[in-house]
């Protein structure tokens, strides 16, 4: 059910999402604040991250500014990214990590790996509060502007037959002022708010990272796949 059978190009929001599009090729996380950003960042630097799973007792995750220069292996836990890659990989499928910054690199990548390509965006979670007072439990999903917009800018650096789901993505992008979008919608603004204007404006910078992090045996590296079992 809800698995866009009979297109080449999907998209499902967040863990359900993943299950929704397990029988894909590849599947394209995509967490623009802020975790596939950050993971743009320290693979652009010829790092590698390990996606943890994350929990409530996990802290703060690590936030973009702070990686600019970051190379080795960083271990990266994140409430929606993380968790998303390490469910993906689950499935067998190519896992790519899209940010606005590399979306049509990973575009590039996804085209070569696999047939059919499903996107799934993280969205939020209500009642999560890494910022202020602390984590709290997982509420229900929220989608979310940004990763609506992530989304639409890797579909549209993509050729096939487009699931409506990726088409409404694709319009959006292309028919949007992306940077002003992230930065006036309600996560942008609460970063902002809380002193990270600096990872938002990382994080809008649309295409200019060559960077495609591929998860290879629980690692995301930008290298070429030598392990795991994707199909």
Same mark, same amino acid.
């Given at each position: 059910?809800?698995?866009?059978?009979?297109?080449?190009?999907?998209?499902?929001?967040?863990?359900?999402?993943?299950?929704?599009?397990?029988?894909?090729?590849?599947?394209?996380?995509?967490?623009?604040?802020?975790?596939?950003?950050?993971?743009?960042?320290?693979?652009?630097?010829?790092?590698?991250?390990?996606?943890?799973?994350?929990?409530?007792?996990?802290?703060?995750?690590?936030?973009?500014?702070?990686?600019?220069?970051?190379?080795?292996?960083?271990e990266m836990?994140?409430?929606?990214?993380?968790? &998303?890659? *390490?469910? !993906? $990989?689950?499935? /067998?499928?190519? #896992?790519? %990590? +899209?940010?606005?910054?590399?979306?049509?690199?990973?575009?590039?990548?996804?085209?070569?790996?696999?047939?059919?390509?499903?996107?799934?965006?993280?969205g939020e979670?209500?009642?999560?509060?890494?910022?202020?007072?602390?984590?709290?439990?997982?509420?229900?999903?929220?989608?979310?502007?940004?990763?609506?917009?992530?989304?639409?800018?890797?579909?549209?650096?993509?050729?096939?037959?487009?699931?409506?789901?990726? &088409?409404? *993505?694709? !319009? $959006?992008?292309? /028919?949007?002022? #992306?940077? %002003? +979008?992230?930065?006036?919608?309600?996560?942008?603004?609460?970063?902002?708010?809380?002193?990270?204007?600096?990872?938002?404006?990382?994080?809008?910078?649309?295409?200019?990272?060559?960077?495609?992090?591929?998860?290879?045996?629980?690692?995301?590296?930008?290298?070429?796949?030598?392990?795991?079992?994707?199909?």
């Amino acid at each position: 059910m809800f698995s866009q059978e009979g297109y080449q190009l999907r998209l499902e929001w967040g863990p359900q999402g993943v299950a929704a599009l397990r029988d894909c090729d590849v599947l394209v996380v995509v967490d623009v604040l802020s975790f596939t950003t950050s993971v743009d960042l320290v693979v652009g630097n010829g790092g590698q991250v390990r996606p943890s799973r994350w929990t409530p007792t996990s802290g703060r995750p690590l936030r973009p500014a702070s990686l600019t220069g970051a190379t080795g292996l960083v271990e990266m836990p994140s409430p929606n990214g993380s968790n &998303l890659c *390490a469910a !993906a $990989a689950e499935t /067998g499928a190519h #896992v790519l %990590a +899209a940010c606005l910054r590399n979306a049509p690199a990973v575009a590039a990548r996804a085209a070569e790996l696999g047939e059919t390509i499903g996107v799934v965006p993280a969205g939020e979670r209500w009642g999560l509060d890494v910022l202020g007072s602390g984590p709290r439990e997982f509420g229900p999903l929220r989608p979310c502007v940004e990763d609506h917009l992530g989304a639409g800018a890797v579909l549209a650096a993509l050729s096939g037959k487009a699931s409506p789901e990726a &088409l409404l *993505a694709v !319009a $959006a992008f292309r /028919g949007t002022d #992306v940077a %002003a +979008a992230v930065r006036e919608c309600g996560s942008g603004r609460e970063l902002v708010e809380n002193g990270h204007a600096a990872d938002v404006d990382l994080a809008v910078r649309l295409g200019v990272s060559d960077a495609v992090p591929v998860l290879v045996d629980g690692v995301l590296t930008g290298g070429v796949l030598t392990g795991g079992t994707p199909r």
